[in-house]
């Protein structure tokens, strides 16, 4: 069996616009980017941002790649779902609601727990799926 130490650049922009189509979060405006993360979700600005930093996948950076993906599209959604701005006023009172009550803005967000409970349970199926599709 072969392994492939890299997912190609192709492959990679494939696994991306599959994901993007199959949550239909297609109309959310996307921007690429240079960064750290594979993805991020511009809460501010309504925008899935996508890492250009990466042209190439490592095998053991899949997990978290298709994880991270997947967390930031599920905020796309979220944006899709109730307007991009009412959910930036809606994530902002999260904050301040999780600030107000001596949490953390982030971890004990429930739109991040969200998200993240939404990658960890979805990334082995479509790691499956793409490996079927001879994508990895
Ligand atoms: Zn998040």
Redesign the pocket.
């Known amino acids: 069996m072969l392994i492939r130490e890299f997912i190609s650049e192709t492959n990679k922009n494939k696994i991306i616009s599959d994901l993007l189509k199959h949550y239909k979060v297609g109309s959310v405006k996307i921007k690429q980017k240079s960064m750290k993360d594979h993805a991020h ?1 511009n809460v501010d600005t309504g925008t899935l941002e996508l890492s250009t930093r990466y042209k190439t996948i490592k095998n053991r950076q899949l997990k978290e790649f298709l994880i991270t993906i997947l ?2 599209i599920y ?1 796309a959604m979220d944006a899709k779902k109730y307007g991009w701005k009412k959910f930036k006023d809606m994530y902002e009172y999260e904050m301040n609601y999780r600030i107000a009550n001596d949490q953390d803005e982030y971890k004990d967000n429930k739109y ?1 727990i969200e ?1 993240e409970k939404f990658g960890q349970k979805n990334w082995s199926k479509w790691k499956n799926r793409f490996k079927k599709e001879n994508l990895i």
Request: proline share 0%; net charge negative; hydrophobic share 15%.
């Open positions: 979700y967390h930031e905020h991040e998200a």
